[in-house]
């Protein structure tokens, strides 16, 4: 994103958004503050407090391409909370809407009665948030390729994250406990997700459709039913031979993975257990030697097809 060219200020117990009052005071609404932006990009400050239909809000807050709305993100928002929904795209029922290049730091965001963030296009930015009591914490959909980083996602009814359509982007070292289904990836959608913990859901990750998605260094443990869902022609990416996915799949009740298509999958460089796995599933060995079986004076020489050292 381009410089931040214009900085607004929103406090929803001390603000105001009538013009005449605005020289000296912060807007009241996240909503009037979008709407006085000028061209180009412009950070919005939230201050601690509830933006919602009673102070003012107009659902759903669409944030465009080139705003940055900022809360706290060294608390993933704790105190800053929208709460709400509006008809947005599809009918849905939707709290934001993330456009363009777009971005959503430190807030926390709820929709009780439908999606939280709705992203469609472009590659916005949710960083350091914190998503839940909806149901649906945040949608990707269109071919939005979205980064969504260092959030925590939780009691999201029915999913926590959704991608569909030809949805991509990524998600990483993010935490998504007590949903539905944590991360939902169907249709065609193919994003990328790294470093995240999937928790005491119902199923941690499903994949269906023909949805490829590439996962890399997750957890996913101690989910109700299973760590990892695959259906219908679905195929994730947990591993290749030069690029082992060190996913750990571990202590989910009823299966680490379960695969219900009719093809196997392939695992390399994941952390399973051959009881944990439901369906067919190979386990290949990766080119990468283990870290923890040989001596980093070793290791750090090691290179796939390279000579041995010395």
């Known amino acids: 994103m381009d410089t931040i060219a214009k900085t607004l200020d929103v406090d ?46 107009r659902f759903p807050i669409t944030v465009p391409d080139g705003v940055v709305v900022m809360g706290q993100a060294a608390t993933q928002g704790q105190g800053i909370l ?31 009665e439908g999606v939280g963030i709705l992203i469609g296009s472009g590659s916005p930015q949710v960083q350091a ?31 926590g994250l959704s991608f569909l359509d030809q949805a991509r982007g990524e998600v990483q ?26 928790s005491s859901n119902q199923i941690g990750i499903q994949v269906a459709g023909a949805a490829s998605p590439v996962l890399r260094q997750n957890r996913l443990v101690q989910n109700q039913t299973a760590g990892l869902a695959v259906q219908d022609t679905g195929r994730p990416d947990l591993g290749q031979a030069d690029d082992p996915a060190g996913n750990i799949l571990r202590y989910n009740r009823e299966a680490d993975l379960r695969n219900d298509t009719r093809q196997p ?30 001596p980093p004076v070793l290791l750090d ?6 000579a041995a050292p010395p």
């Open 12 to 57: 929803p117990s001390r603000g105001v958004d009538e013009p005449s009052g605005r020289p000296q005071l912060p807007y009241r609404t996240l909503t009037a503050a979008i709407g006085a932006r000028d061209p180009g990009s412009t950070l919005i400050r939230l201050a601690p407090g509830t933006y919602s239909v009673a102070t003012g809000e």
């Open 82 to 112: 929208v709460v709400g929904g509006g008809v947005g795209p599809g009918g849905l029922s939707v709290g934001v809407l993330l456009e363009g290049q777009g971005q959503l730091q430190g807030v926390m965001v709820q929709n009780p």
């Open 129 to 159: 948030c914190r998503l839940g009591q909806s149901t649906v914490a945040l949608q990707v959909v269109g071919a939005a390729q979205p980064l969504i980083s260092q959030t925590r996602v939780e009691a999201g009814r029915d999913r």
């Open 173 to 198: 070292d993010c935490t998504i406990e007590r949903c539905g289904t944590g991360v939902y990836i169907g249709q065609n959608a193919a994003p990328l997700l790294r470093n995240c913990q999937c």
């Open 265 to 294: 999958l392939t695992l390399v460089g994941n952390d399973v257990v051959p009881g944990g796995l439901a369906g067919a599933v190979t386990l290949e060995a990766s080119r990468w030697p283990d870290p923890a079986a040989v």
């Open 301 to 306: 020489q090691a290179e796939p097809g390279g």
